[in-house]
């Protein structure tokens, strides 16, 4: 039978190890939250899991681990003790909750993924450099977004959470400029409380739909917020290769595992064909022209192959067009246009909507 990859059996060991460290310093009402973030993280070595998956778990384990070693100092003031508990416990159960077999598999890797990018932000919470506003702003945003992955009910809710995880990468990625990070905090607070009030059960059938046209209202200008915060990037200017590499990836991270695999068919490697893709992984940088992308097979082989650079970003940019880059692939969709410019200015190939601001 299958292992998982041997770097993400690296990864898996350090979250682990982690988690086992601080939970010899944790409050006592806090160790059964880390003693089942254990149990979670050491259920994703099971060889059916796929790779999306597993780093998603393992990482969101490791940003609990920034959150409990905070919890664990006595420098951190009490009310922000109080958040972190709460963040810790709600993650716990939301993970648990999508870890159940009765979950689809499509749903529980969105979840799992959003889940990954909203605790990223907690290094910054954590930090005493972090302004009080901007704390508490993304706390909000925290702890309504793991309510709503562990009430989600539906395709709409999950959109909403997508867009909400991408503004927690957007926002953790140091690059971002503070402004640009606070003003994209602000919408995201918003949108993050209206969605938690739809998905509240308590919530009456004639206020939920007054909150929808809000909601909706409310995502459109954060789906701005979040490219301009993005694009204020001061960014080096990447390879080819590597900007290819590093959008393929984020792609078959952000994407449903079935429009991937309908959407690659013609590209993938005849060797691959008779047992099917499983799970698209992440692509690595080979040449300018050629990514070597890692997947997962039917029968849980792990696989690698190379992939010819246009076909393959031509074809992603039909999966995610240019209106909705930034709010599915998160800060990784500024690699994503600068593959696209790169294919036009050097082939002439025409990357979907990539470069056609507003496109679709």
């Known amino acids: 039978m299958s292992e998982p990859p041997p770097e993400q059996e690296g990864d898996i060991d350090e979250a ?93 890797s969105t979840l799992i993924l959003v889940v990954k990018r909203a605790t990223s932000t907690l290094d910054i919470i954590c930090d005493p450099k972090t302004p009080q506003g901007l704390r508490g702003e993304m706390v909000t945003s925290t702890t309504n977004t793991v309510y709503a992955v562990e009430q989600s009910n539906g395709p709409e809710t999950e959109s909403t959470l997508m867009l909400l995880g991408s503004s927690a990468d957007i926002m953790h990625d140091s690059k971002t400029p503070s402004r640009e990070r606070e003003q994209l905090s602000d919408i995201t607070q918003l949108v993050s409380s209206l969605l938690r009030k739809i998905s509240d059960p308590g919530t009456s059938q004639e206020e939920r739909s007054e909150t929808a046209k809000e909601l909706d209202e ?85 696989t690698h192959g190379p992939f010819k650079v246009v076909p393959l970003i031509t074809e992603l940019a039909e999966l995610v067009p240019h209106d909705r880059l930034f709010g599915t692939l998160g800060a990784a969709a500024l690699s994503c246009e600068q593959t696209a410019t790169y294919l036009e200015e050097r082939f002439g190939v025409m990357v979907g909507s990539w470069l056609t601001k507003g496109g679709g």
């Open 16 to 108: 682990t190890t982690a988690l086992d460290e601080e939970k010899e310093r944790v409050p006592e009402a806090l160790v059964p939250a880390v003693e089942t973030l254990i149990t979670l993280v050491g259920a994703v070595e099971d060889p059916e899991t796929m790779p999306q998956d597993r780093q998603g778990v393992v990482e969101s384990a490791k940003n609990m681990s920034t959150a409990l070693a905070a919890i664990n100092d006595p420098k951190t003031p009490p009310e922000l003790r109080e958040e972190l508990t709460t963040i810790v416990e709600q993650v716990t159960s939301a993970l648990k909750t999508v870890s159940e077999p009765r979950v689809p598999a499509e749903k529980r």
């Open 218 to 302: 409310k995502s459109a200008r954060m789906k701005k917020e979040q490219e301009r915060a993005a694009s204020a990037q001061e960014r080096p200017k990447e390879s080819l290769g590597k900007a290819a590499a590093f959008c393929s990836s984020a792609v078959f991270e952000s994407v449903p595992e079935s429009d991937l695999v309908h959407g690659l068919k013609e590209l993938v490697p005849a060797q691959w064909e008779e047992e099917g893709v499983k799970d698209f992984w992440k692509a690595e940088e080979k040449s300018n022209d050629t990514l070597d992308v890692l997947a997962q097979l039917r029968n849980n082989e792990h």
